[in-house]
């Protein structure tokens, strides 16, 4: 009898492993960047630490919730985040994440979340009205400032196009509002994300934005890792809900609550 009884504790000890392990990989692992990009995700308060906001942890609610899926998101070091999501030993899937043709040879893509716009930002001329640019010609008129790292291309310019470098969001719109630039090259949900975050305290006023027309949007997406369990499965499934969510608004209603003009 004791014998039959110490099977059965083992038995269950066992069991309750397993279980736990299956649980365990089931969950999908999201990892994005610990720099923030607002509205996209960033940290309240503005501190370093804990979990973040944003537009895209709260779209992943919903959709996980269709899924019938569990998700765990963490925010670490973009490259740490690329890595571990390639090789598929930490994470399977990368938030916030842009479209290029290297990685679309490494890993899945989702559909397009979200659209960026290439914008110029300049101070506002109470005696003209901010119009789109339509041509690169426009902007080679201007000193122009821009983030460190920004892909010029997109804007139809070149390094020497740019007066001064810029190291942040912030640090640009300060240079404009400076008069050390007559315009500041960004895309305007981000810039956008940085004034629902500073929330009027200290990002300048009076900051006027004309879209860029010419250049090509910036498209992103969630990248699911090759090495995920059910990789092409899930990304059909995410694929199809995704779809689902725009076509009912639901996406659009939640990014409302991020949006808040330069102006």
Not at 81 to 100: E, P, W
């Amino acid at each position: 009898m004791q014998v039959k009884k110490e099977l059965i504790i083992l038995a269950t000890v066992i069991s309750s492993i397993f279980s736990y392990s299956a649980k365990a990989e089931d969950i999908v692992r999201i990892c994005h960047g610990s720099g923030g990009y607002p509205p996209y995700h960033f940290y309240p308060q503005g501190v370093n630490e804990g979990k973040m906001s944003g537009l895209t942890i709260d779209v992943l609610k919903p959709l996980f919730e269709v899924l019938d899926m569990p998700y765990d998101v963490n925010p670490i070091p973009w490259k740490r985040c690329y890595k571990h999501t390639l090789s598929g030993q930490g994470f399977d899937i990368i938030a916030d994440g842009s479209y290029n043709l290297e990685r679309a040879n490494l890993f899945y893509y989702s559909t397009p979340l979200y659209t960026l716009t290439p914008t110029l930002f300049t101070k506002i001329d109470e005696t003209k009205q901010a119009r789109p640019i339509t041509k690169p010609e426009q902007l080679k008129k201007l000193q122009l400032c821009a983030n460190r790292g920004t892909n010029l291309m997109g804007y139809g310019v070149v390094k020497s196009d740019i007066s001064n470098e810029t190291s942040s969001i912030r640090n640009g719109l300060e240079m404009l509002d400076k008069g050390r630039c007559e315009g500041f090259l960004s895309l305007q949900e981000i810039v956008s994300g940085h004034y629902y975050m500073d929330k009027g305290n200290s990002l300048p006023s009076g900051i006027s934005a004309s879209p860029i027309t010419y250049a090509k949007a910036w498209t992103m997406h969630l990248i699911i890792s090759r090495h995920a369990k059910n990789a092409k499965d899930l990304t059909f499934r995410i694929n199809q809900e995704i779809l689902r969510l725009q076509h009912n608004g639901v996406i659009d209603k939640i990014a409302q609550k991020y949006a808040t003009e330069a102006r």
